[in-house]
């Protein structure tokens, strides 16, 4: 994630939405009836006449479910490794930012959030990497099954994703200039690891140092490795993280 002050103020998780992924097909399902010979497809759809009466009904009738079903349900990803740099370069900022570990086996991850309106809600589960896509054949199969949610292409399987459905009901809204995001709070004793990104600044890093102190974290520096292209981890040290200005003879 990228760095922010806020976080440590108040430990919230910001959490995705329909719409907000970076892959255009997370979470949009295909339709099968799209996928099928111009033959069978007019077989296909004379089968179900209440859903597909004429394009405009079918359309209408799965913007309404998907909607609804969207707008219920948020999303936090996670992933089961830290030292991917494809991943720093993507979502931390450039390597500006951090990546932060957290117990999988506190009661957040294990249905503190559950709900009995759609399947899968609250319970930390692994993505499934698939070389087809899911596809529904009638709209209202987009109301409560919401297990084609873990499935993405294998493209990204190098990300080893984990991801959690939350209800929205229990979202709380922050304020972030210049826009407002939704997360959920976590209880700071279930963060285990906080590995600081090799482009961060040092005010930064030392922020981050004095805001956990209390806490039992485990503060780690990543450093590009000196002859690979990986980056080493290592225990932070607050006393040698010092800016230091070096005089090259420019005034010469």
Same mark, same amino acid.
């Given at each position: 994630?990228? *760095?922010?002050?806020?976080?440590?103020?108040? #430990?919230? %998780?910001?959490?995705?939405?329909?719409?907000? #992924?970076?892959?255009?097909?997370?979470?949009?399902?295909?339709? $099968?009836?799209?996928?099928?010979?111009?033959?069978?497809?007019?077989? *296909?759809?004379?089968?179900?006449?209440?859903? $597909?009466?004429?394009?405009? $009904?079918?359309?209408?009738?799965?913007?309404?479910?998907?909607?609804?079903?969207?707008?219920? %349900?948020?999303?936090?990803? #996670?992933?089961?490794?830290?030292?991917?740099?494809?991943?720093?370069?993507?979502?931390?900022?450039?390597?500006?930012? %951090?990546?932060?570990?957290?117990?999988?086996?506190?009661?957040? *991850?294990?249905?503190?959030?559950?709900?009995?309106?759609?399947?899968?809600?609250?319970? %930390?589960?692994?993505?499934?990497?698939?070389?087809?896509?899911? =596809?529904?054949?009638?709209?209202?199969?987009?109301?409560?099954?919401?297990?084609?949610? *873990?499935?993405?292409?294998?493209?990204?399987?190098?990300?080893?994703?984990?991801?959690?459905?939350?209800?929205?009901?229990?979202?709380?809204?922050?304020?972030?200039?210049?826009?407002?995001?939704?997360?959920?709070?976590?209880?700071?004793?279930?963060?285990?690891?906080?590995?600081?990104?090799?482009?961060?600044?040092?005010?930064?890093? =030392?922020?981050?140092?004095?805001?956990?102190?209390?806490?039992?974290?485990?503060?780690?520096?990543?450093?590009?490795?000196?002859?690979?292209?990986?980056?080493? #981890? =290592?225990?932070?040290?607050?006393?040698?993280?010092?800016?230091?200005?070096?005089?090259?003879?420019?005034?010469?």
């Amino acid at each position: 994630m990228p *760095f922010r002050e806020s976080y440590f103020n108040n #430990f919230m %998780l910001k959490i995705s939405r329909y719409g907000e #992924f970076n892959d255009p097909f997370d979470l949009v399902l295909g339709e $099968y009836g799209m996928s099928l010979p111009e033959s069978e497809a007019e077989e *296909f759809y004379d089968m179900m006449p209440e859903y $597909y009466k004429t394009l405009d $009904y079918y359309s209408e009738t799965y913007l309404d479910i998907e909607a609804g079903a969207r707008a219920s %349900l948020a999303i936090l990803c #996670f992933s089961e490794i830290f030292e991917n740099i494809l991943m720093w370069s993507h979502y931390a900022d450039n390597h500006t930012g %951090l990546c932060i570990g957290y117990d999988a086996e506190c009661d957040f *991850f294990n249905s503190m959030y559950g709900c009995n309106y759609s399947m899968n809600v609250g319970e %930390l589960k692994p993505v499934v990497y698939t070389e087809e896509r899911p =596809q529904f054949i009638l709209p209202s199969d987009l109301v409560n099954n919401t297990n084609d949610w *873990f499935k993405k292409s294998i493209d990204w399987s190098y990300e080893k994703e984990h991801r959690i459905l939350l209800p929205m009901g229990n979202a709380t809204e922050i304020a972030l200039e210049p826009e407002t995001i939704w997360g959920y709070k976590i209880d700071p004793v279930n963060i285990k690891k906080i590995i600081m990104g090799c482009r961060m600044k040092s005010e930064h890093k =030392q922020y981050i140092h004095k805001k956990i102190a209390s806490y039992d974290i485990e503060l780690i520096d990543a450093k590009p490795h000196p002859s690979c292209y990986k980056l080493k #981890f =290592q225990s932070y040290d607050a006393n040698s993280d010092v800016n230091i200005v070096y005089n090259l003879g420019m005034d010469v």
